[in-house]
């Protein structure tokens, strides 16, 4: 059973658990592919036997399916799905706790241009809801209205509902990570929709991590996040105070020493543009915004 639900979860077939060489250049490696989270997903291992790599793997894998079941908002039984549907979820898992303060910590510090409740709005704007209903949904966008504590996470307003598309996969990298660095594996990349490195470049020199209409990213080890307001005409991040896409229509790229936080400050800083955006990078020790601002048209 708990195979057939990683399968499933994942959205791969059996062809997607095979292990290859990673590139013809770095003949050491040992390259996963799959789904997280609806996003496409890598692992890559260097320096490791095959046997010990997808033994690892393996025990990444658990860790991913253990977290979409609080994190996914598919899945009707998840944490988050039941918080949302009940208002009220207790005793909630650590992890949703975690991700939770660094979220209610970015809307402090980024003066609302993060939120997690902006669900009921996401919602409106899929469905191609009308003016008046977009504003209602609009209303109910209010980080302060979120109780997070061991005992339960309230949702104080009826209808209010959360989303942590803009902070839970970066969590997922670094756990996943993390999992894979208790393995023993000293040389790590892991691509969830957000890219963490662990250890060196098995040549030697840093990770340099490709982003749209940027130079390369140097890293030697820690975590890359894009993000983007709007994609193909398509809005990918909504300013939470006004309920419109922000004016800044580029690709912001942050560098930090985890993914949850590249994740979360990049969604950020789409809305507050980067001037305004400096004192919340500054808030984070070894963040950093990667380039200019692409154009989405690069």
Same mark, same amino acid.
């Given at each position: ?23 013809? +250049? ?5 390259? @996963? ?16 036997? +095959? ?9 990444? /894998? ?71 209903? +977009? ?5 109910? !966008? ?10 339960? &996470? ?52 840093? @990770? ?19 993000? &983007? ?8 991040? /909504? ?12 690709? &912001? ?7 949850? !936080? ?34 989405? +048209?690069?």
């Amino acid at each position: 059973m708990r195979r057939r639900r990683l399968l499933r979860l994942l959205g791969i077939g059996a062809a997607g658990l095979a292990f290859g060489d990673a590139a013809r +250049r770095e003949p050491e490696g040992v390259r @996963w592919r799959g789904a997280a989270l609806g996003a496409a997903a890598t692992i890559e291992l260097f320096g490791v036997a +095959r046997d010990r790599a997808e033994s690892a793997i393996a025990a990444a /894998l658990e860790e991913l399916a253990r977290l979409e079941a609080v994190f996914s908002l598919f899945d009707p039984e998840s944490a988050l799905s039941r918080l949302n549907r009940e208002r009220v979820l207790r005793r909630p898992p650590l992890e949703l706790l975690e991700v939770l303060a660094l979220a209610r910590r970015l809307a402090v510090l980024g003066e609302g241009a993060f939120d997690p409740t902006i669900q009921p709005l996401w919602l409106a704007v899929a469905r191609g809801a009308s003016r008046a209903e +977009r504003r209602a949904a609009h209303r109910l !966008v209010d980080w302060r209205a979120l109780e997070a504590s061991p005992e339960a &996470v309230v949702l104080h307003r009826r209808g209010m509902a959360v989303t942590l598309d803009g902070i839970a996969q970066g969590y997922l990298t670094d756990r996943v990570a993390e999992v894979l660095r208790g393995q023993g594996i000293a040389r790590v990349l892991v691509d969830l929709g957000e890219l963490r490195v662990a250890g060196g470049h098995p040549s030697g020199r840093p @990770w340099r991590i490709g982003r749209r209409g940027l130079p390369p990213v140097e890293i030697v080890g820690g975590a890359v996040a894009s993000s &983007v307001a709007i994609l193909d005409g398509v809005p990918r991040i /909504l300013d939470p105070r006004t309920g419109e896409p922000p004016p800044l229509r580029g690709l &912001v790229t942050v560098v930090a020493p985890e993914a949850v !936080v590249a994740d979360g400050l990049s969604t950020a800083l789409c809305v507050l543009g980067p001037e305004r955006g400096k004192a919340l990078l500054a808030a984070f020790p070894g963040a950093r915004l990667s380039g200019a601002v692409a154009s989405d +048209r690069g």
